[in-house]
């Protein structure tokens, strides 16, 4: 692959998320995406090898994001453990909100992904994901969480509920307001977590 040619490379990602949120990552062609990108197809195989890389692509750019942030957070000394808990849905709601097809591609796309490509899947993920734990563990040593949480049960059951509720809101989001969900799943965590 060649080094990014100005904005190349990010209207190609850009692109392959509108048309994997609006065609689904399996019916999606690569030349749809070089045509939304406005990029001749080649230049999409001079960045990309094919459009699983792509998609893996996408994902690593997103969970490096949530990862870089959310390691801010945890580090911010002025934060309770529940205020860096909320801090962390904040952060999740506020990517997809910004972008409504990322949040399609994140619903439709990930679990399978990451079943497929185990090894390859990017390893922000569970960075993230083990990011999260320490400042639900933090809660616990203060005694501001339950003891009784059992963390590896909490950090897939959080983000569960986040990719379904999600998916509610991408197909309706009259019935299910992003902020009315943003405040349920933060109300919900919190007290059911507290001690």
């Not at 990862?67 to 709601?93: C, H, Q, W």
């Not at 990017?122 to 400042?135: A, M, Q, R």
């Not at 009784?148 to 197909?171: E, M, T």
Request: charged letters at 30%; glycine letters at 4%; one cysteine or more.
């Amino acid at each position: 692959m060649r080094t990014k040619e100005g904005n190349k490379e990010k209207d190609i990602l850009d692109a392959a998320v509108k048309v994997f949120a609006s065609c689904g990552y399996h019916k999606a062609k690569i030349s749809k995406i070089a045509e939304v990108a406005d990029v001749a197809t080649g230049s999409v195989y001079v960045y990309y090898k094919n459009k699983e890389s792509i998609l893996l692509k996408i994902f690593e750019n997103l969970w490096e994001q949530l990862y870089g942030e959310l390691r801010i957070v945890k580090e911010t000394g002025n934060l309770s453990p529940l205020d860096k808990i909320d801090a962390m849905i904040d952060l999740v709601f506020s990517v997809f909100t910004e972008n409504r097809s990322l949040a399609i591609v994140f619903v439709n796309e990930q679990n399978h992904l990451i079943q497929s490509n185990r090894d390859r899947f990017t390893d922000y993920y569970e960075k993230f994901l083990d990011l999260g734990e320490d400042v639900v563990k933090d809660g616990i040593r203060k005694k501001v969480v339950s003891a009784k949480i059992d963390i590896n049960v909490f950090r897939y059951y959080l983000f569960g509920a986040i990719r379904n509720l999600l998916q509610h809101w991408a197909q309706d989001p009259r019935e299910f307001p992003i902020d009315k969900i943003r405040r349920n799943i933060k109300h919900l965590t919190k007290h059911g977590i507290q001690k």
